[in-house]
């Protein structure tokens, strides 16, 4: 009985495994997409922001390219104090502007880096403490900056020079 078992489960396994069925399947055809035009930004024109408060005027104006490069300009007419104008230079870091701010003042040109936080399409200047290095003033520690938001510059029309 043993052997007749035995011979049964083996020519059972031997049936099984010459039965296997091979299926074939047919390659998988791909077509590739063709690419994409790449879209070229162009950078969306100045944007003006100013803060207008007894007598005080902070005006600021600038384009952002592509690469989140900054290039405009910033001025700040601050009563008893002497007006300065001049060049803003720097980069958008997701909602903050951080700048070097190249400005005469009483006949001496500096260089003096900004913060400005924007939000709510609006831009508030950021204070800390500073320190001055190669002629240039900087903030020492920017995650330890200040936001007023009585100073906040809102946006205008650009005046056209």
């Known amino acids: 009985m043993k052997k007749v078992l035995t011979l049964t489960v083996m020519a059972l396994a031997v049936f099984t495994s010459c039965k296997k069925e091979t299926t074939t399947t047919e390659p998988i055809q791909i077509t590739p997409s063709p690419p994409k035009e790449a879209e070229i930004v162009e950078p969306a024109g100045d944007q003006c922001y100013a803060w207008r408060s007894n007598g005080n005027v902070i005006e600021m104006s600038f384009n952002v390219n592509s690469h989140q490069e900054v290039n405009g300009k910033l001025s700040y007419n601050l009563v008893g104090k002497d007006k300065n104008e ?54 020492k520690d920017k995650s330890k900056l200040k936001f007023d938001q009585k100073n906040t510059l809102v946006k205008v029309d650009c005046k056209v020079e």
Do not use: C, H, P, W
């Not at 700048?99 to 913060?115: I, K, M, Q």
């Open 86 to 139: 001049g060049t803003l230079i720097g980069n958008m870091k997701g909602d903050t502007l951080i700048a070097d701010y190249t400005f005469n003042s009483e006949g001496v040109s500096s260089v003096r880096e900004v913060v400005f936080l924007q939000k709510d399409g609006t831009f508030i200047e950021g204070y800390g403490d500073v320190a001055t290095a190669n002629n240039k003033v900087s903030f």
